[in-house]
Each structure stands twice: as C-alpha cells, then as structure tokens.
C-alpha cells in the first residue's frame, strides 16, 4: 500500500507543473462589451399628420371636424436638449351650420396648418417638448336661401401653442401625439356684396397624431 501512495503521489507531482504550465500558456480574453444604442435627434425629417379640431366658442353650434396632410421638420441637439422647427399642412373638413327663418349659414375650414419652433428634453429614444408659432386656416362661409347659395372664402392667420411627446420605435422611425390651441384672427366675408360679415377670432382645440421618418439614421452605437 505505501508503494501505491507513494507512486500516486509522485505521478501528482509530476503532472501538477504541467497543468499550471497549461494554464498559463492560455490567452486571457476580455469579455465583449454590450453595445448601447444611443438615439440621436439631429436631421430632417418627413412625415404624416391627422387628427380632430374642435372650437372653443361658448355657444352652438361649433365648428368640429378632421384633418390629414404631411410634415416637415428639423431637430438640433445638444445634450438632452433638442430644438427645431417643424411646418404642416392638412385638408380638413372641420365646420358647423345654422338654420333660422329659411337661411342656412354654414362655416367650413378646408385647410389648415402651422410652422412652430419645438424645443423639448430627450430621454434616449423618448422626446417631451412644447412648440409654438404661426397658424393659419383657409375658411369658406356660405349662406343658403330660397335655393340660391353664396360662399366667399378667406385666409385666417394666427398663432398656435401646445406640447407633445415623439418616440422612436424603429432606427429612422418614431411616432408623435400632440395638443395644439389655435388663434386665428377674424376676417370680413361678403365685403363685395354690400353685407359684410365678420367673422371675429376662430380658436380651435386640435389633438394630433403623426408618424415621421427621419434621415440619416439617428442611432449610434456606444460601447
């Protein structure tokens, strides 16, 4: 028995420098880092835009409606904090109409659209911001009688302001929801017919949501 302990202790010993030789021998690979993805916001973009409007007048009937049309726009970033300048334009179909004693007169906004500044907080892919600027409708204004209806149409210019949220769901891809108010101010109709009608200040509550694609792909890699 003490030879077989002995002989199992020299093979040991015998084999222990030849596996710490092995081991040394190995090359030590560093584990590969995670790749973070890091959104950055700066470049044009072009989108789609469509959504509700509403009028904030005190008494009925209101003006209520939609709209759909396209966007384009410009962010800057620096740091957390993004700043552009973005312009839209929708067809609409936001109007209301009365009746009394056998006229019908009846307000329709065909068009509508902005250009705002935006300036916001970025969060990675999630931005917060408020925006404001210039709005404008192309309104039509018709009256109804004994079958026989006229219409004049005038250009609304005004302001706007509100706030929203955009986030990116795909590399070149985001998604936005945004509150608008808007102020146009009032126009005269029928001025040439010897009735002018005035129509005083338009203001309009709008909720909108739009899709935007953005060029120049905006992720890079942060290792």
């Given amino acids: ?11 040991f010993a015998l084999a222990a ?24 916001w700066t470049g044009f973009y072009l989108g789609i835009v469509g959504g509700g409007a509403w009028e904030n007048a005190s008494g009925d009937p ?3 409606g939609g ?3 396209g966007t384009a726009g410009y ?3 620096t740091g957390n904090v993004v700043f552009g300048i973005e312009a839209d334009g929708s067809w609409a179909d936001v109007s209301a109409s009365a009746t009394a004693l056998g006229v019908t007169v009846s307000s329709k906004t065909d068009a509508l659209g902005t250009v705002r500044g935006r300036i ?9 911001y408020g925006t404001g600027g ?6 039509k204004l018709s009256v109804s009688a004994l079958g026989v209806t006229v219409s004049d149409t005038k250009w609304h210019s005004g302001w706007t302001v509100g706030a929203g949220v955009e986030a990116f769901f795909a ?13 146009l101010g009032g126009e005269t109709y029928f001025s040439g017919l010897g009735a002018p009608v005035n129509t005083g200040t338009i203001n309009f509550h709008t909720v909108q949501v739009g899709v935007n694609y953005h060029f120049g792909g905006p992720i890079v890699a942060k290792y």
Avoid: H
């Fill in 1 to 11: 028995m003490k030879k077989v302990l002995l002989a199992s202790a020299c093979l």
């Fill in 67 to 69: 709209f759909v049309g």
């Fill in 62 to 64: 209101k003006m209520k």
């Fill in 75 to 77: 962010n800057w970033q």
């Fill in 134 to 139: 210039y709005a404008w409708i192309d309104n």
């Fill in 17 to 40: 420098p030849a596996s710490a030789a092995d081991l040394a021998a190995r090359p030590y690979t560093k584990a590969p880092v995670a790749v973070a993805s890091v959104y950055n």
């Fill in 171 to 183: 590399p070149q891809w985001s998604v936005k929801g945004e509150y608008l108010y808007r102020s």
């Fill in 120 to 128: 916001g907080y970025a969060v990675n892919q999630v931005l917060f």
